[in-house]
């Protein structure tokens, strides 16, 4: 079992930085692959962003390249989400979640554990 604990969420005013934190633990050995997702009020669950724990290789959603960068730190077994130039549109719950598989994936039900989500919000 991998336990996820997302934190550094809260609100922020359109144009500024926020930075999530996710940190693994148990068997941090079974998941190869770390992703971001967001889920906003009446909305379908929806990537955000992934990194492999190995080699660092990233992956994100169109709608984040370029002001979104996900990053890790092995030695401490946490994944950060630096997001930038945030628009009231990226107002979600954020939810952090481990894959087994060492392939990237922006498919939700391919991650095999998940954090209970942390709020981020964005005032226009």
């Known amino acids: 079992q991998v336990q996820v604990v997302e934190s550094g969420g809260g609100l922020v005013q359109a144009g500024g930085s926020l930075r999530l934190s996710c940190a693994a633990s148990g068997r941090t050995s079974s998941s190869a692959v770390m992703g971001w997702f967001r889920q906003a009020p009446g909305k379908e669950r929806e990537f955000v962003a992934a990194?492999?724990?190995?080699?660092?290789?990233?992956y994100y959603a169109d709608s984040v390249k370029g002001r979104f960068t996900i990053s890790r730190d092995n030695a401490k077994n946490t994944v950060y989400l630096q997001m930038n130039s945030l628009k009231p549109e990226d107002t979600a719950v954020y939810y952090c979640?481990?894959?087994?598989?060492?392939?990237?994936?922006?498919?939700?039900?391919?991650?095999?554990?998940w954090g209970q989500g942390t709020q981020v919000t964005v005032s226009s």
């Open positions: 990194i492999k724990w190995s080699g660092g290789n990233t």
């Open positions: 979640a481990a894959r087994k598989v060492n392939t990237i994936s922006p498919i939700t039900g391919r991650y095999d554990y």
